[in-house]
């Protein structure tokens, strides 16, 4: 069984996009507005947790401060909506299907507060195990998403995605978005020529860009961003397994001192009533301590026997999700299953894929008609999909025909939970799926 360690060695790194051309810079500041606005890569001894020891006494700093001005501070970011919950709503309505929402979901982590994707394509593929051809749809998805612009991986695109939406990108403003660079230059011949127009109409298209926004994700949160930090890490470890480490930043810390306590209850004259109190408090003390510690403790159990059980997820993406529940944990590290949903619940784990809440990984089972290993309710809307999207007009599948074939693949599966996954994935019925291949055949 692998064993998790108490404290995480590093943070994980966060990716960005590379920086753009000095061109693109300079053109930029040409459209007359300040650089900072429009560039999306410009900025602005404790002891740890888990060594608990009664003998050694000394306040450690807490992960959260309870100073009642930061407090409020802190409630009033709360009330602005973010901008990563604006597109995650916006996700949750354009689709139900399982591996659109989790690219999405990742997809919307990688976007930064300024609106911009911070990680390629191909780079989001490889870390969650999906098609490209899926990150790029769902990529394109999003981009149509509100603000106007977002998702973009630079300025070229942002601008485009906005002259897009307000139908004014024609050839000769693709063309100028194109050859942006030639406006930082102060080159206006160059913009005629490569747009084909003249010169009133290029000062036109200038005036016109202006206006767009630049940095599109600022509409939402002022451009707070409110970052996850995850409880727990999984890294690989040398052996080719999974290193389970706790976060030790998120949690809160104390430790207790026997030594000090013996020289202030041993203090001559002391009133009995304060020898009293100060035990009271001692006590007090280390059951915290010490509860804490234990709770920090059957995190880190849980969070490994979860990276056990979804050891294929890790290595090879979500169509290798397996069908888990609260009570397969519970038996497994001998709790009890309410204690499970009381320490998964808002706990996070980062994960060589990605940030997830350990919630996640507790997914509903399909029952294998061969007497084998379930299957994952995800991946199995996930093959009805697939089943369904290579139809021709004469071979469309009716939910009974789904079901004869995923019971041949070794999926115990009813009708009606064909019939309630397909209406999830916002697919219609066989009938309605013909008729359409019909007229659109006409």
């Avoid at 052996?239 to 949690?251: C, H, I, M, R």
């Avoid at 993406?317 to 529940?325: D, E, S």
């Avoid at 399909?366 to 994952?376: K, N, P, R, V």
């Amino acid at each position: 069984e692998r064993r998790g360690e108490k404290t995480a060695e590093a943070e994980p790194a966060t990716k960005t996009g590379e920086a753009d051309s000095t061109d693109t810079k300079e053109a930029r500041e040409s459209l007359d507005v300040e650089y900072d606005d429009i560039d999306p890569n410009s900025s602005g001894s404790d002891a740890a947790y888990g060594d608990y020891r009664p003998n050694d006494w000394a306040s450690a700093p807490s992960g959260r401060s309870f100073d009642g001005e930061d407090q409020e501070f802190g409630a009033n970011l709360k009330k602005e909506i973010s901008l990563a919950d604006h597109l995650t709503e916006q996700l949750h309505l354009a689709t139900r299907e399982p591996m659109e929402l989790f690219i999405g979901a990742y997809i919307i982590d990688m976007i930064d507060e300024a609106g911009y994707l911070r990680e390629d394509l191909p780079t989001v593929a490889e870390r969650l195990g999906a098609e490209l051809a899926d990150v790029e749809k769902t990529h394109a998805m999003i981009t149509a998403f509100d603000p106007s612009g977002v998702g973009a991986r630079d300025l070229k695109e942002c601008l485009k995605l906005q002259l897009i939406d307000a139908n004014r990108y024609d050839p000769s403003m693709q063309a100028f978005v194109e050859n942006i660079e030639l406006l930082a230059k102060g080159d206006l011949k160059g913009l005629v020529k490569a747009t084909n127009s003249d010169e009133e109409d290029v000062r036109d298209m200038i005036a016109e860009v202006r206006g767009l926004t630049p940095k599109p994700g600022y509409a939402y949160g002022g451009g707070v961003v409110q970052a996850i930090a995850p409880d727990v890490f999984v890294t690989k470890s040398q052996d080719g397994g999974w290193k389970v480490e706790l976060n030790s930043e998120t949690l809160p810390r104390i430790l207790v001192n026997q030594r000090y306590y013996a020289e202030i209850s041993s203090v001559n004259g002391a009133d009995e009533k304060d020898k009293s109190y100060i035990a009271e408090q001692f006590a007090s003390a280390n059951w915290l301590a010490k509860s804490l510690h234990q709770r920090a403790q059957t995190i880190l159990k849980v969070a490994s026997e979860i990276v056990r059980q979804q050891d294929a997820f890790l290595a090879y993406g979500v169509k290798h999700l397996r069908p888990l529940n609260l009570k397969v944990v519970a038996d497994a590290i001998e709790m009890h299953e309410s204690t499970i949903s009381r320490v998964t619940s808002n706990k996070y784990i980062a994960t060589p894929r990605g940030l997830f809440e350990l919630k996640y990984f507790f997914t509903a089972s399909i029952a294998s008609s061969s007497g084998g290993e379930a299957h994952s309710a995800e991946a199995v809307r996930h093959r009805i999909r697939e089943l369904i999207e290579v139809e021709t007009k004469d071979t469309v599948l009716s939910d009974d025909k789904i079901v004869e074939i995923l019971r041949a693949e070794g999926v115990d599966i009813a009708r009606r939970t064909v019939a309630k996954y397909r209406e999830t994935l916002n697919i219609p019925s066989s009938v309605q799926r013909r008729r359409a291949m019909l007229q659109t055949a006409i």
